[in-house]
């Protein structure tokens, strides 16, 4: 059975860093590209960032990019969000998601091609 386990989340200020973590088990993580998503309140579920299995290719929404890294571990089967400079319109529930879709470097945005899902940690960014 394949778990995604989303955790780190929480309330911090405007301009506080939080790294978020993904800890997935029942698969062999080093051959699934990572997505991190979020969904704020009465938005729709955006792309944050993604991570590669092969060379560690790495994509960022353009709202956060220069201020979240996405990184893994893959001995530690775990994928980080680092968030820093943290602004209030940050404020969502933040998944991770993980595909060996094989056409994933051009879909890495949409929802529809990430096989599994964690249940999401909350981050408050508070003004």
């Known amino acids: 059975q394949v778990q995604l386990v989303e955790s780190g989340g929480g309330l911090v200020q405007a301009g506080d860093s939080l790294r978020l973590s993904c800890a997935a088990s029942?698969?062999?993580?080093?051959?699934?590209?990572v997505g991190w998503f979020r969904q704020a309140l009465v938005k729709e579920r955006e792309f944050v960032s993604f991570?590669?299995?092969?060379?560690?290719?790495?994509y960022y929404a353009d709202s956060v990019k220069g201020r979240f890294t996405i990184s893994r571990d893959n001995p530690k089967n775990t994928a980080y969000l680092q968030m820093n400079s943290l602004k209030p319109e940050d404020t969502a529930v933040y998944y991770c998601?993980?595909?060996?879709?094989?056409?994933?470097?051009?879909?890495?945005?949409?929802?529809?091609?990430?096989?599994?899902w964690g249940q999401g940690t909350q981050v408050t960014v508070s003004s």
């Open positions: 998601a993980a595909t060996r879709h094989a056409s994933i470097r051009n879909f890495y945005t949409h929802r529809s091609v990430y096989k599994y």
């Open positions: 029942g698969l062999t993580f080093s051959n699934y590209a």
């Open positions: 991570i590669d299995w092969s060379d560690g290719t790495t």
